[in-house]
């Protein structure tokens, strides 16, 4: 297994299609495999490691709904009571219609009925993301709304794409969610997630803001051309922001991630660290959407993401922030397997039938990139035969 595993990184690396790439593997009682190859940056002597701190962006999302599905738990939030009620802001969400024909003036309708955690943890909320979404991008160009990186409140400000509950949409949800968590706790997100999971999951490398000794080990952002010739470009998530992104500000390795990844093996439990409860477990693993599925992703804006379409011909289900694969696949994961991305290019798998996961991880824009999507493969295909 190592030695497929380190074969196709070392393949990616070599094909110049990406400067370094690192990746870990495990099941629920330790690690399978960690490797890294290639450099940090181009800009950069430092080799790719498994402790290399990345932006690991939307998957985030998973670890500030762990925090969301906790006070749940708890009692002070509702998966299914108006969100409303925590978060007064969303007491009277609207809809997007279109735009005016003389001057693209957006229009908008109220929703008919009101938004809950369920609705933002499962994307069903009509939230949406202007990379993803034409539509919301024309809406932020008209009214000059910040994007959702900027980590401003002003970038939430975006009405819904579609009635709750009606369609799946990827978009701000989560980071609504990561709000709710602060309201009802009285902390900031971060401070929250450090002392309720990544400090009990022994996740010391992951966090918002970068400490010296992450910085010492962080990758650089890269920009691929239509071309493939990488580029380094600036970028980092604002460490001093006005909201913490709930569902894309967290910097990580796969180390860290692979460990809250076995959490989910272990039912909501790690190296006696109890995080959730089995039976929240269960329900954030059960598919929230049918008969809706998710569908293909469709890029709107090419610089920050390709087109994505996962396992076509397959209808996909989505959990309480995971996708599900309703069938088995190719690779090896078994059916109601849990996983998602980060827009960096950095992907993660959580298989609880099988006892397998990995997380793989580059610093590269566009999203969905062929050559990591495919070393991705590579690597689960290995972790299965092996």
Request: hydrophobic content about 45%; some cysteine; overall charge negative.
């Amino acid at each position: 297994m190592k030695n497929e595993i380190d074969a196709a990184l070392r393949r990616a690396v070599e094909s110049g299609a990406v400067p370094g790439i690192a990746a870990a593997a495990g099941h629920a009682g330790g690690l399978l495999y960690e490797g890294g190859f290639g450099r940090r940056g181009l800009d950069q002597e430092a080799a790719m490691t498994p402790d290399t701190v990345v932006w690991i962006a939307s998957m985030t999302k998973a670890i500030t709904t762990v925090a969301a599905l906790q006070q749940v738990e708890a009692g002070r939030l509702s998966l299914d009571g108006p969100i409303a009620e925590v978060l007064p802001d969303l007491a009277q969400p609207q809809v997007l219609t279109g735009f005016a024909p003389e001057g693209g003036e957006p229009m908008l309708r109220p929703a008919r009925r009101p938004l809950t955690l369920r609705h933002l943890l499962s994307h069903t909320a009509g939230f949406g993301y202007d990379f993803f979404n034409a539509e919301i991008g024309a809406f932020m160009a008209a009214r000059g709304v910040p994007g959702v990186i900027s980590c401003e409140r002003a970038a939430l400000a975006t009405p819904l794409l579609a009635e709750p509950g009606e369609r799946w949409e990827y978009g701000i949800g989560i980071d609504y969610a990561g709000l709710a968590v602060e309201a009802v706790t009285g902390q900031r997100l971060d401070a929250v997630l450090r002392e309720r999971v990544l400090d009990p999951l022994g996740m010391r490398d992951t966090g918002f803001r970068l400490g010296a000794t992450q910085r010492a080990r962080l990758a650089s952002m890269h920009a691929k051309a239509p071309d493939g010739t990488l580029s380094v470009i600036p970028f980092e998530v604002p460490q001093e922001p006005e909201f913490h992104m709930g569902g894309g500000g967290l910097y990580g390795t796969v180390l860290d991630y692979l460990r809250f990844c076995r959490m989910w093996l272990n039912g909501g439990t790690l190296d006696g660290a109890r995080i959730l409860a089995p039976e929240t477990v269960r329900e954030a693993m059960r598919d929230q959407i049918a008969p809706l599925e998710v569908p293909p992703l469709r890029s709107a804006i090419p610089a920050s993401t390709n087109d994505l379409e996962l396992f076509p011909g397959m209808r996909k289900g989505w959990g309480l922030s995971f996708l599900i694969n309703i069938e088995d696949v190719p690779q090896g994961r078994a059916a109601g397997s849990l996983a998602w991305a980060g827009l960096a290019n950095t992907y993660y798998w959580i298989d609880p039938r099988r006892d397998r996961a990995g997380v793989i991880a580059t610093q590269i824009l566009p999203f969905a990139d062929a050559a990591v999507l495919e070393a991705f493969a590579a690597m689960e295909r290995a972790v299965y035969a092996g």
